[in-house]
């Protein structure tokens, strides 16, 4: 048994003994302005439930709050609330504007920051950053709405709101003396000159589903029983049981129903006496009729009401707990009470063993600098986990829509009936982005590893179960459009995680590996079945994630006609067949009857890298002999093509096409080789579209390769991604290369220009809502898989290929060297340079140089192509959260031992042995 005390709950809760994680920071940031509540006629989610309703308006699906935690099905929520005595409203939940407001999409407009958390949540510390001056709502839609695509967003900092300090940090810690007892602390400080009110509203409360879920019964919370200086919330749920929240010295406790304010938003009565904005009239209006004098109802908050004062802390105590007052006396932990000398001990212990956590998973080459950031990173990923609920046939009922009617109206999601969604699922981002999306996800998966493989693992799987994948073999892409096309990282993703926990545990979860792979092949045959188009091998998908990247949407009908033969759709599918082919290899080990999926896989890969590199024939094909690089292809409705000659990351991913083969894997699959070596006997054309294999062309090792691009095609194309003037940026790979600053490429439709520029910063155009740049911007999740494949390619080449690095640069490395600088460029965003400023942050001179602002880091979702700053959605750690894994992977590895080490494990050898 492992002596940290987190692996220990992580390992009692992953094997079902204590329910560690049933509890977590599992409320949104935004359920309003969501497909999930949207039930207009016209699809416009962010005007039909707005902020200005959220605080009187019930959510159907889910809920929201500042630091919020609930149960894993989100049952009970507790969040905070907060009232400067200036505001127009009280502070329950983050404001931001919509993507109609916003000059740059939809965007967040407060700071917090997620400074702690542990994977079973037994230590959480979030803060923040709240103005003691009325906050700016109209002036940050009204400016924002008023600024072009080529100005910078009107941030809460321009406002002035913050100037002199004037304002406090408010951190709440999260500490659980047992898997059902949570300890609560808030801290306050006054970061301003002068004494400062302050309202202080932990809220506990009920998700309504009694409403609208037929004969749910309706909860209840009530007062208890005072005594001495603990106030006590009841909480009575017919399958939750009872909780207690213990309340430390507050002034009063405030009672309403969640329940919608009909008079206030419709008109119309309301259901109840006592409605969602209760506490919010009573604080903020005064109204005292608006809360439950009987002190019971479905939501309720402890008022705490302070000054603070000058650069004082004032700090206040809770504990949410499934022992009533009589038991609660009886708990060795709780001997002086729920606020005893136990509760700040419980407190510095779960600190402590946060601590000795961390410090277990930190490579010992890391500095003090660059392990706060891997903490931070991975804190962020674990407060970025969230419920998400929808019953998708439920939901299109609810629309009046019969989704198996063929005479019934058209509607968002309507062929997805059959989806059930009830689970904690890793989010891009809690505000921006609060609802799953297939591609990020799977990224979400490999950076969860370093810290918590066991949930990573469980997210891959939920996105291939029945109750999500399409019974026709589609992944769900994101709520706003379930049928877009992601790219199919997910057979990477799992063969990572797999490849990962062999190495760590000795023992890869095999069951893990049959269960994702069957379902990947039904995901694969929907593939070649749908995507390409006239079974060339050559594939589509639209716009595969990287929105604005192409001289035209991609998703959308080309206003050419015709249909686009798309470089990075036919790469993602090499890449799918490679991963396929491997985790069937492993599988074979176990079971015979995979080594006849795995020539499938052989098939595939063979056929799909041919039509890539056009061999054979004069038709036009995607790879550029005179450019020496990949480009999408626009077939006309007559026949005729043309390349896109646009140099971006669509040209880049062939060469994270690769995939090394270990002796041992040979002597897994003879027959599997021997149908190889056939095929390529009979078509001996086969081979000449791909990198050189078989016997006579092993690499380091012995080792075999699997790669679309020659020796010949990867110099090309590296030097042009390693070249400073086009793809190399100080801080990763670009999406685009800075060639097309002074050469946009145009094309010309009927008069009719389109064009693609280098922006190295924000998008200028609305494709896909223009909150997004793939045109320039550093993104982590495609540095990530050409820092892979460049491992890969070292793993075969080793010190027989070098490249100068950067091009021009007279400096040789080899591809391991390449990959290293890559990921120390990445990790170089967040670090603070020579003058102490870290590129993240870029020229907000609050971030840079304040004391209580410059330690604090944000995983954007995109960076600044020539500068590194943060850009896009601002607690995106997501995929960003892949910069932790990174900087644990390239903390402990060298070059020679990884050469040496491979893919070491032999699953025959383990099988005879177990």
């Known amino acids: 048994m492992d002596g940290n005390a987190e692996k220990r709950r992580m390992e009692a809760a992953d094997s079902g003994r204590e329910p560690w994680k049933k509890w977590g920071p599992y409320v949104s940031e935004r359920q309003w302005g969501t497909v999930r509540e949207d039930y207009s006629d016209s699809g416009n989610a962010w005007d039909y439930f707005t902020h200005d309703q959220a605080r009187s308006r019930v959510y159907h699906w889910g809920e929201d709050g500042i630091a919020g935690i609930s149960d894993d099905k989100q049952v009970l929520c507790f969040a905070l609330a907060l009232w400067n005595g200036r505001d127009p409203i009280l502070k329950e939940r983050m404001f931001g504007v919509t993507n109609g407001e916003g000059n740059h999409g939809e ?146 406790l405030l009672f309403t129903d969640n329940e919608t304010n009909n008079r206030r938003l419709f008109g119309s009565e309301n259901p109840t006496s006592y409605v969602k904005d209760g506490v919010n009239d009573y604080i903020v209006s005064g109204n005292r009729e608006a809360v439950n004098p009987d002190n019971t109802g479905t939501k309720a908050a402890a008022r705490y009401h302070v000054q603070v004062g000058a650069g004082k802390t004032v700090s206040f105590r809770l504990r949410l707990s499934r022992s009533s007052p009589e038991e609660i006396k009886t708990l060795p932990s709780t001997k002086g009470g729920p606020f005893g000398r136990s509760f700040d001990e419980t407190l510095e212990q779960r600190k402590k063993e946060a601590d000795e956590f961390y410090q277990s998973i930190t490579p010992p080459a890391l500095t003090e600098q660059e392990a706060t950031v891997m903490r931070q990173a991975f804190a962020g990923m674990l407060w970025t986990k969230q419920y998400y609920s929808l019953d998708a046939e439920k939901w299109l009922v609810e629309h ?24 904690i699922i890793s989010m891009p981002d809690k505000w921006e982005y609060p609802w799953y999306a297939a591609w990020d996800l799977a990224f979400h998966a490999v950076a969860f590893s370093g810290i918590d493989i066991d949930f990573a693992k469980q997210q891959l799987s939920l996105i291939l179960r029945d109750l999500y994948l399409h019974p026709n073999g589609q992944m769900p892409a994101y709520e706003w459009n379930f049928s877009d096309v992601n790219p199919p990282v997910h057979a990477w993703a799992s063969l990572y995680l797999y490849r990962l926990e062999q190495e760590e545990r000795g023992k890869g979860d095999i069951e893990f590996l049959k269960h994702v792979f069957n379902k990947l092949m039904i995901n694969f045959t929907w593939w070649v079945n749908r995507k390409d188009r006239f079974g060339k091998n050559v594939f589509e998908g639209g716009f595969l994630g990287l929105d604005n990247i192409g001289v035209f949407d991609r998703s959308a009908a080309l206003p050419t ?126 081979s000449r579209s791909i990198h050189e294999t078989g016997p006579e062309h092993q690499g380091v090792g012995g080792r075999g390769i699997m790669a679309v691009v020659n020796q010949e095609k990867l110099r090309r194309i590296l030097a042009r991604l390693l070249d400073e003037k086009e793809f190399l940026s100080p801080y990763g790979i670009r999406s685009l290369s800075r060639y097309h600053a002074d050469h946009p490429y145009t094309f010309y439709v009927e008069g009719a220009e389109y064009r693609v520029d280098y922006l190295p910063a924000e998008s200028n155009s609305g494709m896909f809502g223009g909150n997004s740049n793939w045109r320039g911007p550093v993104w982590f999740p495609m540095n990530a898989l050409i820092i892979r494949a460049l491992s890969q390619f070292y793993l075969f080449y080793g010190d027989n290929l070098k490249v100068e690095c950067p091009t021009g640069s007279g400096r040789m490395m080899n591809l391991f060297g390449v990959s290293r600088e890559l990921s120390h460029r990445l990790e170089s965003i967040f670090l603070p340079d020579e003058a102490g400023r870290r590129p993240v942050y870029g020229g907000i001179e609050k971030f840079q140089t304040d004391p209580h602002w410059k330690d604090l ?27 932790a894994r990174l900087m644990q992977l390239f903390g402990a590895a060298d070059a020679q031992s990884y050469l040496e080490t491979g893919k070491k494990y032999h699953p025959a050898e383990r099988h005879k042995a177990a």
């Open 561 to 686: 006609g015709g249909y686009l033969e798309q470089a990075d759709g036919t790469a993602w599918m090499v890449m799918f067949c490679q991963n396929m082919l491997e985790i069937a290899t492993e599988l074979a080990a176990h079971d015979p009857v995979y080594d006849d999926l795995a020539t499938k896989f052989v098939d595939h890969f063979l056929f799909i890298a041919a039509a890539m590199n056009r061999i054979g024939g004069t038709d036009i094909g995607l790879w550029d002999e005179e450019d020496g690089f990949y480009y999408d292809v626009l077939r006309f409705p007559d026949g005729r093509a043309t390349p896109l000659r646009v140099r971006s990351m669509v040209g880049l991913l062939p060469l994270c096409a690769v995939t090394i083969i270990e002796p041992y894997q040979r002597e897994l699959v003879p027959r599997v080789l021997e149908h190889a070596r056939n095929r390529i006997m009979k078509m001996p054309e086969l």
């Open 400 to 423: 009046h829509v019969d989704p198996l009617a063929p005479s019934s109206r058209p509607l968002r999601n309507k062929e997805w009936f059959h989806m059930v969604n009830n689970d």
């Open 857 to 883: 880091i944000l995983f954007y979702e995109y960076f600044h192509g020539d500068n590194g700053a943060g850009l896009g959605a601002g607690h995106q750690t997501g995929w960003t959260g892949l910069i």
């Open 107 to 252: 965007d967040v407009k407060e700071y917090y920051f997620y400074l702690d958390n542990t994977p079973t949540h037994s230590y959480m510390k979030y803060l923040y950053k709240y103005p003691q001056g009325p906050y700016p709502y109209t002036d940050l839609v009204w400016t924002n709405r008023g600024r072009s695509r080529w100005e910078f967003e009107y941030e809460l900092l321009d406002t002035g709101i913050f100037d002199e300090n004037r304002y406090f940090d408010v951190f709440v810690e999260y500490a659980k003396d047992s898997p059902e007892e949570i300890l609560v602390k808030i801290t306050v400080r006054n970061r301003g000159p002068q004494a400062a009110d302050l309202d202080v509203l932990p809220t506990l409360w009920f998700r309504n589903t009694w409403s609208w879920m037929g004969g749910t019964p309706k909860p209840r919370l009530l007062a208890g029983s005072r005594t001495g200086d603990t106030a006590i919330i009841e909480a009575v749920h017919e399958k939750l049981g009872s909780r207690y929240l213990y309340t430390e010295g507050p002034q009063e």
